[in-house]
């Protein structure tokens, strides 16, 4: 049976995923907060698709949610095949300024939830004939950036996380893949309150649909690790071969003189 759970799969890039997968004739277990939105996409993902799709609607900053789910899996024999953690966020500012618990809150969610769901997870997965995991990072794990630095380092965590885990699984039946999309159009740049970066982050956008779809092509082509858009793939390999402080020095530039 095609089973996939989705965490963040209330908008964006989720829900692209969601629709997407739906359409390849998996059923769905989806997972955010906003629980009417959540509600109103399973009921539309089950009449367009023709797949079951479920809701649960989780704050994953909880860290009992990762057990909360896989007890629902076992209530509803709800056995996937494929794990997608794809719920996230950024804080913007500076680390100081910030409060402590609301920046502990989304390393809880971009980093903590993404692990222990995956362990909950994993020994479901390790049952099917092949299963998949894909975890979401970001551009932004591959270099340091002021104002979003506990970010940045909650996804360089998740693609550290991907290759060892990927790594460790080599031999069996599960296969991770770490996708890290540039600047999409989703909700993310309101979420953080980024406004002052719209204009900036429209030139280099991407559609959520264009990243969903190079993402699962990715997942199920069994790759370790995927940036979509050829403008953010060639600034990843470029930030490999510059120092390190002209990398900060040129994120600065970009995010800092937009803070007030
Ligand atoms: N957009 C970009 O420019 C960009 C670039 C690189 C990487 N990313 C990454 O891509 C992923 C998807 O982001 P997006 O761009 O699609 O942003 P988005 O439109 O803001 O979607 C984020 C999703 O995460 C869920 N979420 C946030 N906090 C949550 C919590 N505490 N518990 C449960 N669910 C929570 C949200 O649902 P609720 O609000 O309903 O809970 C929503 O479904 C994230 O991991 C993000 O870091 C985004």
């Not at 996230?88 to 903590?112: D, H, R």
């Not at 506990?150 to 550290?160: D, E, H, M, P, W």
């Not at 559609?207 to 199920?220: C, D, N, Q, S």
């Amino acid at each position: 049976m095609k089973q996939a759970i989705i965490t963040g799969a209330s908008k964006g890039l989720g829900k692209a995923l969601a629709h997407q997968l739906a359409e390849m004739g998996y059923s769905l277990l989806l997972i955010a907060r906003s629980e009417k939105i959540l509600t109103e996409l399973a009921v539309n993902i089950t009449q367009t698709h023709k797949v079951q799709a479920h809701s649960l609607a989780l704050d994953l900053s909880d860290p009992a949610s990762a057990k909360t789910i896989s007890t629902w899996c076992a209530q509803h024999q709800f056995t996937p095949s494929v794990l997608i953690n794809n719920a996230g966020y950024a804080c913007w500012g500076f680390f100081e300024s910030m409060p402590i618990e609301q920046q502990e809150k989304m390393l809880q969610v971009n980093t903590g939830s993404l692990v222990n769901l995956t362990h909950a997870i994993l020994p479901i997965l390790k049952q099917q004939p092949q299963a998949y995991i894909m975890n979401i990072a970001s551009t932004a794990a591959y270099q340091a950036v002021p104002t979003m630095a506990l970010y940045a380092a909650s996804k360089a965590f998740v693609k550290s996380f991907s290759r060892g885990l990927r790594y460790e699984l080599r031999d069996t039946n599960v296969s991770v893949t770490c996708l890290s999309p540039g600047p999409m159009s989703t909700n993310f740049i309101q979420q953080a309150g980024m406004e002052a970066m719209q204009e900036t982050a429209k030139k280099f956008e991407m559609p959520a649909e264009v990243v969903a779809k190079k993402g699962l092509r990715a997942m199920f082509g069994k790759k370790s690790e995927s940036i979509p858009g050829m403008v953010n793939y060639l600034t990843v390999k470029f930030s490999n071969i510059l120092p390190d402080a002209l990398l900060e020095k040129i994120a600065a530039n970009l995010y800092l003189t937009k803070l007030k």
